[in-house]
């Protein structure tokens, strides 16, 4: 399954709302897709797990959404610490990542 | 607490081999599968595939056959990463991750492959 992420790249203010996508190339089996954010230096951070399911420790800012072929992360409102990179990954057939997409500060 | 501690990073010359331990704690190993993820310089997180412990049987994805190598020690409950005839283009950064949804990372291993 290739996961395709867009936009590329976001130049967003903190305090703005953001919505970034992820669609699959086909279904995603049993909604079996998570949302990670990485930072330079650190290794990824799980936020969104079973497309919707919030993990352990992640703010409540922080949503996903979407079945079948399109899937959305949803940050309400931008803290400084959220301009990062966010991958999409799924997990219902084999894994694979989506490409990324860049968020950074206006 | 649940643990992934991976091994220092490397300095390899191209054709050389490298094997990176990541030892997993607060767990038993062979409860879970054990990924490898690559990010390459300025580029996306690759699946490399994973292993499962209780069979020790790996699965790779593509692009990551022949000379890569994963294996398992769980008497030290840890996993291995193994790169034979290393090219440039394995420079990366290598991490291992638990499970399926990775809610586990180990801190990862830069690899430098260079003459």
């Known amino acids: 399954i290739v996961l395709t992420q867009s936009p590329g790249t976001l130049s967003l203010s903190p305090g703005e709302r953001v919505t970034l996508s992820c669609r699959a190339s086909?279904?995603?089996?049993?909604?079996?897709l998570a949302w990670y954010q990485k930072k330079p230096g650190q290794a990824p951070r799980l936020l969104i797990y079973a497309a919707s399911d919030r993990a352990t420790g992640i703010p409540d800012r922080f949503s996903g959404s979407g079945s079948g072929t399109d899937f959305t992360l949803t940050i309400s409102r931008l803290e400084p610490e959220d301009f990062a990179v966010y991958y999409c990954?799924?997990?219902?057939?084999?894994?694979?990542f989506g490409q990324g997409t860049r968020l950074e500060i206006k | 607490q649940v643990q992934l501690v991976q091994s220092g990073s490397e300095l390899k010359k191209p054709g050389a081999s490298v094997k990176i331990s990541c030892k997993a704690s607060g767990y038993t190993l062979t409860t879970y599968t054990m990924n490898w993820v690559r990010q390459a310089p300025g580029q996306g997180l690759e699946w490399m595939g994973w292993i499962y412990p209780n069979t020790g049987n790996p699965t790779y994805a593509q692009g990551f056959t022949g000379r890569f190598v994963f294996s398992l020690d769980t008497s030290v409950n840890a996993a291995y990463l193994q790169i034979t005839s290393l090219k440039a283009e394995d420079t990366a950064v290598y991490y291992c991750?638990?499970?399926?949804?990775?809610?586990?990372w180990g801190q990862g291993t830069l690899v430098t492959v260079s003459s």
């Open positions: 990954q799924q997990y219902g057939s084999s894994i694979t």
């Open positions: 086909r279904g995603v089996s049993s909604d079996y």
């Open positions: 991750a638990r499970g399926t949804a990775f809610q586990h």
